[in-house]
């Protein structure tokens, strides 16, 4: 298990287990944590699973591959720490992550 | 000729081409009812075909592997002989009863459909254009802000600008830009994903002062009374810059929105499905079905084997409404030539 925080666009912040293997974007979905729609179920196919990663877990997170970053480009208010959460894994090096949420999704 | 807007007569209209309208086509041919087909995509498919065509699917029955453009492709073979009507890039907007049943149906570009037999299979909604969440953008909709081109003379002698990297953004950069008075693409990052011809293409037009590229986001309109004057946008190192225009075309790919179904009359659960009963997917409204994602029963699963179960209970149904005098008999494609021959093979 790794523990993943969640913070929406308001501020509240969710912290939930995430199991190992699975993606941030699942651990999301399986946990009923608002803020993520992921229409394409993981395909990286719809930019509807965006998250800004915190600074601190940027470097271990890693970064978007060109496909990811392709997609990115269907996202609103893209930042450099933006992720598409479904294309991260999740591992034991990210407990402890921290999300943002953005304001929306679509 | 057909007048402009006698309706379109049909058996049974169907509102989406996904997996489950395109399987449903099988079904009522095979028991002679005739289908048109709308979907807003500009192609057959739905969800398979513009979320995860090339991704693989392993539950279809009887078929180990196949894609989602796989899938699309054998369904369009296997309901060829039934030669469907498609009227694609159209949105299904009003239906109206005017029979018991027979319907009447507008779409969006004011193209009219009567049927006996209504089949929604809308899926997760109509795909719709993504609207980007800037602040006080609604105003602007429709009058200097598009999400689609209808008619490029629109744009003719406009300052323009057009945001996104994909292939909409692209192409219609190098159609529209002839004949803009200026044109400006606005996308977050100097890499496209759209074609590489088009990008070639749209950065000699830049090298030539034709037109221009701007690497940022849009993140403020100006303008008044829905006519845009200027938008701000925040470059990549986060310096603001306010281009003048008077229209835009923001392009962010589509997603899927319940749409026009929600205003049809039919109860919805969770405000977003309609319920069926499951001895033939008919809602409340005889002569109206709804099969695949759209619908809920208990137990429902959205799965594309659901949605082709449906398909088949639904047909023996609709054929009382569009036959009212014949009585059904039950057949095997493997051993009636009567089938056979609606099929081609006999
Ligand atoms: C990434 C991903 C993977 C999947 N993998 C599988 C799998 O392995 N196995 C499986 O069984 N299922 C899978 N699914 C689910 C499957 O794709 C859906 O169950 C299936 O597409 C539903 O088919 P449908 O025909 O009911 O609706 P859809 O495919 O959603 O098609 C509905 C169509 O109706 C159109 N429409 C809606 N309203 C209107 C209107 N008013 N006017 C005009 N057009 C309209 C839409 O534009 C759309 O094209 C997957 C889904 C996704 C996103
Ligand atoms: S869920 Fe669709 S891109 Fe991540």
């Known amino acids: 298990m790794a523990k993943i925080t969640y913070i929406d666009a308001g501020g509240i912040a969710r912290p939930v287990d995430g199991e190992i293997g699975s993606t941030v974007m699942e651990t999301a979905i399986k946990n009923g944590v608002p803020g993520i ?45 933006s992720r598409l959460s479904c294309q991260i894994k999740v591992t034991e090096a990210l407990d402890g992550l921290v999300v943002t949420t953005p304001e929306r999704q679509a | 000729m057909r007048a402009v807007n006698e309706p379109i007569k049909t058996d049974v209209l169907i509102v989406g081409a996904g997996p489950v309208g395109l399987f449903a086509v099988f079904e009522l041919g095979l028991l002679d009812m005739k289908a048109h087909l709308i979907d807003i995509l500009d192609k057959p498919g739905g969800q398979c075909a513009e979320l995860y065509p090339e991704k693989p699917i392993y539950d279809i029955p009887g078929v180990p592997y196949t894609t989602g453009h796989g899938l699309v492709e054998a369904l369009m073979a ?37 049927a006996k037999v209504l089949v929604i299979a809308a899926g997760g909604g109509s795909f719709q254009p993504k609207k980007p ?158 099969i695949g994602d759209i619908n809920w029963y208990p137990g429902k699963l959205k799965l594309i084997l659901s949605g082709f179960h449906e398909a088949a209970l639904m047909a023996q149904k609709a054929y009382h409404y569009v036959f009212p005098d014949k009585r059904l008999v039950f057949q095997y494609t493997t051993s009636s030539t009567s089938l056979q021959k609606k099929l081609g093979v006999a």
């Not at chain 1, 591959?65 to 930042?79: G, I, N, Q, R, T």
């Not at chain 2, 949105?91 to 507008?106: D, K, L, S």
């Open chain 2, 133 to 290: 969440p800037i602040p006080g953008i609604d105003p602007y909709e429709g009058k200097s802000v598009f999400y689609a081109v209808r008619k490029m003379d629109v744009f003719r002698d406009k300052e323009l600008l057009i945001v996104g990297g994909g292939d909409s953004a692209l192409d219609w950069t190098l159609n529209l830009q002839p004949i803009a008075k200026r044109l400006t693409l606005v996308h977050r990052r100097d890499d496209f994903r759209a074609a590489p011809d088009s990008v070639n293409k749209m950065r000699a037009l830049v090298a030539q002062g034709a037109m221009d590229l701007k690497i940022g986001q849009v993140t403020a309109l100006h303008g008044g009374e829905g006519m845009l004057t200027g938008a701000t946008v925040k470059g990549s190192d986060g310096a603001l810059a306010t281009l003048a225009c008077d229209a835009m075309l923001p392009f962010f790919g589509l997603t899927m929105k319940l749409g026009p179904v929600a205003n049809w009359g039919l109860p919805l659960r969770e405000g977003e499905l309609i319920p069926v009963d499951t001895a033939s997917f008919e809602t409340d409204q005889p002569g109206i079905f709804a």
């Open chain 1, 37 to 81: 729609e992921a229409e394409c179920g993981g395909a990286c196919a719809c930019s509807t699973c965006h998250v800004y990663v915190d600074e601190a877990w940027r470097e271990k997170t890693g970064e978007p591959s060109p496909m990811e970053e392709d997609m990115l480009d269907f996202a609103f208010d893209v930042k450099p720490n």
């Open chain 2, 78 to 114: 296997q309901i060829k002989p039934f030669g469907p009507a498609f009227h694609l890039g159209e949105m299904v907007e009003t239906i109206e009863r005017i029979g018991e049943p027979m319907f009447r149906v507008a779409t969006d570009s004011g193209k009219l459909f009567e």
